[in-house]
């Protein structure tokens, strides 16, 4: 089973971007889809998590009304939609899953795409 994020880009301050994140196939282990970023000298940081069977969704303060993750069903995907983008937005964007239905720190997640870079200027 394979993760597939794409839609990074570069942008200007206060612009939008949305991530997709494709797996190969689901499996039972796959309960919670997550997006985490790192930035240059950072550690990878948790951005928002979905229950990919209830929906149930969770963010880091951070990004907390102004990015919305959601997942399509019949697609084997979930997004990222980043709105209002800041300077400090700039990171590659990860997406991975977990067996738990909810989980902010890396260690819980077992199965990492390969990271797609967002880059904001002002």
């Known amino acids: 089973v394979q993760l597939q994020a794409s839609g990074g880009g570069s942008v200007q301050y206060g612009d939008s971007l949305r991530l997709s994140c494709a797996a190969s196939?689901?499996?039972?282990?796959?309960?919670?889809m997550g997006w985490f970023r790192q930035a240059p000298g950072k550690e990878r940081e948790f951005v928002a998590i979905i229950s990919w069977r209830s929906g149930r969704k969770d963010y880091a303060d951070s990004v907390k009304g102004r990015f919305a993750i959601s997942r399509d069903a019949a697609k084997n995907t979930f997004y990222l939609q980043m709105n209002d983008l800041k300077s400090e937005d700039t990171a590659v964007y990860y997406c991975?899953?977990?067996?738990?239905?909810?989980?902010?720190?890396?260690?819980?997640?077992?199965?990492w795409g390969q990271g797609t870079q967002v880059t904001v200027s002002s």
């Open positions: 196939a689901l499996t039972t282990s796959m309960n919670g």
């Open positions: 991975a899953t977990t067996p738990l239905l909810t989980a902010r720190d890396k260690s819980s997640f077992n199965l």
